[in-house]
């Protein structure tokens, strides 16, 4: 008949790689050490070769929604400025109201294709540098 083992060790385990039973934490244990053949130079250095590029998109962006935002608080803040708009919208004939939008529209299409010109030089600054 075979004898049981309590701790499900192989047989063939020697007896200085069973843990002892004594109560105390598995702090006399180390993990093994990493294969060499399984270790995996890294490609990319992880420390920033330079300082981080400015994103101008999000500060044009961010300033033009700034003076839209002052420009919106400065009508709104007095009644007769609101009241002046009012009068000026109503006086805009269907021509010239499209002529705002185009305009409106066009200044979108202008600071979009101004910033796509400012990212693509620097994506070509940071080409030359590799």
């Given at each position: 008949m075979t004898e049981q083992n309590p701790l499900?060790?192989?047989p063939e385990a020697s007896?200085?790689?069973t843990v002892p039973l004594t109560g105390a934490p598995f702090a006399?244990?180390?993990p093994p050490a990493p294969s060499p053949a399984y270790s995996v130079?890294?490609?990319?250095?992880?420390?920033p070769s330079g300082t981080a590029p400015v994103r101008w998109g999000g500060v044009v962006w961010g300033?033009?929604?700034t003076l839209f935002a002052g420009a919106t608080l400065y009508v709104l803040a007095s009644a007769e400025r609101v009241r002046e708009v009012g009068d000026w919208l109503a006086s805009l004939t269907p021509g010239s109201a499209w002529a705002l939008g185009a305009?409106?529209?066009g200044l979108v299409i202008v600071v979009s294709a101004l910033?796509?010109?400012?990212r693509a030089s620097q994506r070509r600054r940071v080409r030359a540098r590799i």
């Open positions: 499900n060790t192989p007896a200085a790689e006399a244990t180390a130079p890294p490609t990319v250095s992880p420390i300033l033009l929604l305009a409106a529209i910033l796509g010109g400012i």
